[in-house]
């Protein structure tokens, strides 16, 4: 047979002969960063001393040879990773090595937080919409351009429908409101100023940031006293200022001043029960919000 071993490159070395796995360089290498590391609260010398004693099979400290049986065989899956911790924490994080992402505690930590904050903001946004006089079947004026005159116009819309799913704690719910205007056209509409409905003068607020990137602030901005409690407590962030006009705030908007949609009519009938795959707080999208903080992402990138 053709002898192929002045054709194998090492990886690591970049000499002839061999490759990565018998490299001997690569092998003193774990041994130096086993030593090295000795002593770290991080799992840096387990893994380097594991690796050095299983290709050079003697005890790192005695430097005895090990019987095969002993040496701790290395995982199919020796790299296994959270891609949750690794975002949260950056790339190559210590903290994500030696677990996934479908058994991270955090991730179910964080999760729970989410929803827990989601449905009671979910529920306080129920209660107040009616109060507000944004019951069902309540009237607005929708601006939209009109096909059929070729020019932009205001036409009557009743809203027949909320869309829970659009209703988050981290999202400004743009088409939060489902409506049938007089065309019999289906047009989906933000959710206006409401009063909080157990903190008298407070409103009805949201973080100002959609983006996954923004939960560790977000958590960090609900749970900090210094930043006075809930996002339920206080005028929203993040509001388009035209949204009085777009809604109507039964007259003025109480915090950007202005009129009103004057096509505005209120109505206090009382919406149906919050869904129950929504009332826990979750929901499609709350589903892609943790989706992007837990995909596979190329460490090349």
Not at 103 to 115: M, N, Y
Not at 238 to 253: E, N
């Amino acid at each position: 047979m053709p002898n192929y071993s002045d054709t194998v490159r090492c990886s690591y070395c970049g000499n002839r002969g061999h490759n990565k796995a018998s490299c001997e360089q690569l092998t003193e290498r774990y041994k130096e960063l086993a030593i090295e590391y000795k002593g770290s609260n991080d799992h840096s010398h387990s893994f380097y001393r594991r690796e050095y004693e299983r290709r050079s099979k003697l005890n790192l400290d005695t430097g005895e040879p090990i019987k095969k049986k002993d040496i701790k065989p290395r995982r199919k899956n020796k790299q296994a990773t959270c891609s949750y911790c690794n975002y949260i924490k950056g790339d190559d994080s210590y903290q994500a090595i030696g677990h996934t992402r479908r058994t991270c505690s955090q991730l179910k930590e964080d999760k729970a937080w989410l929803l827990a904050v989601n449905a009671q903001h979910r529920k306080n946004v129920h209660t107040a919409l009616s109060r507000d006089g944004y019951g069902k079947g309540f009237m607005l004026g929708v601006h939209a351009w009109d096909s059929d005159c070729h020019e932009w116009a205001t036409r009557i819309s009743i809203a027949t429908k909320i869309d829970w799913n659009e209703v988050n704690v981290f999202d400004n719910g743009e088409d939060a409101i489902v409506s049938r205007s007089s065309t019999q056209s289906i047009v989906k509409s933000p959710l206006p100023y409401l009063r909080h409905p157990e903190i008298d003068g407070a409103w009805i607020r949201r973080f100002s940031s959609p983006s996954p990137e923004s939960f560790w602030r977000m958590k960090e901005f609900q749970t900090d006293g210094s930043n006075g409690a809930a996002f339920d407590s206080g005028r929203w962030w993040g509001v388009s200022k035209d949204r009085d006009y777009r809604i109507g705030t039964k007259g003025v908007d109480p915090v950007l001043g202005g009129g009103a949609n004057t096509a505005y009519s209120a109505s206090g009938s009382a919406w149906g029960e919050i869904p129950a795959e929504y009332a826990n707080g979750d929901g499609k999208y709350v589903k892609e919000y943790f989706k992007s903080m837990t995909a596979k992402r190329s460490k090349w990138v």
